[in-house]
């Protein structure tokens, strides 16, 4: 089967560095995305790692390793407009199809 | 260009109506991809098209619900005799088609209530 999972709720602090995880296990894999969800508002894309390591794009990074099927999203400096869903998805091969997690639910508090 | 685009933002129907959604992609975008998300789960893929082809439906779909994209530019969905639990945020993204990564753009749902 194909499953994305992710922890449901995560709190932190105002300037503090917070690391989301996502593991998978799909059919096939064409890359991972982390998207971005306010509540109400449109997923918005933030990253994407199709080969293992590290891709940092200013307070964000995001990790991936294939062969442990696992990801992270790692948010530095955390300001309280980063209180937001963050979603997890994995794109089938050929790129048809992405997969989404349910989403961390993340909370920044002062 | 100012991104994906829906239309309505907002429906309240009663049971067993039918309602249509438009989604109009990013212009230069070939492939099309629609979703519904409930509160507290991630988006749910639903169908895609790669120009005007359907090329792919979920089994989750029931046959009340229907898609089109007949110029391969805007695209809209049809739900007939809609019932309660079809009510959820329907979400529409494009995506360039290129090879490589293909990062879905969003646009902003059309959240659908079912009386």
């Known amino acids: 089967g194909q499953n994305i999972d992710q922890p449901t709720e995560m709190t932190a602090t105002e300037g503090a560095i917070v690391q989301i995880n996502c593991t998978y296990q799909?059919?096939?894999?064409?890359?991972l995305f982390w998207y971005q969800q306010h509540a109400g508002e449109a997923p918005t894309f933030l990253s994407y790692n199709v080969l293992d390591g590290l891709e940092e794009k200013g307070r964000f990074s995001s990790f991936l390793s294939r062969s442990k099927g696992y990801s992270y999203l790692l948010l530095k400096e955390l300001q309280m407009k980063d209180s937001a869903s963050y979603l997890c998805?994995?794109?089938?091969?050929?790129?048809?199809?992405?997969?989404f997690g349910a989403g961390t639910r993340l909370f920044v508090k002062a | 260009d100012t991104g994906v685009s829906q239309n309505p933002r907002h429906k309240i129907t009663k049971r067993g109506q039918n309602v249509t959604f438009r989604c109009d992609p990013i212009s230069e975008h070939n492939r099309l991809y629609w979703y519904r998300q409930t509160l507290g789960q991630g988006p749910e893929f639903l169908t895609y098209f790669q120009n005007e082809a359907q090329l792919e439906k979920s089994r989750l779909l029931s046959d009340r619900f229907s898609a089109e994209r007949p110029k391969g530019s805007f695209s809209t969905l049809e739900i007939q005799r809609t019932e309660q639990g079809d009510s959820a945020m329907y979400l529409c993204?494009?995506?360039?088609?290129?090879?490589?990564?293909?990062?879905?753009?969003f646009g902003p749902g059309t959240r659908l209530l079912v009386l």
């Open positions: 993204a494009s995506s360039s088609g290129g090879s490589g990564r293909e990062t879905q753009y």
């Open positions: 799909t059919s096939g894999f064409n890359g």
């Open positions: 998805a994995v794109s089938d091969t050929g790129g048809f199809k992405t997969i």
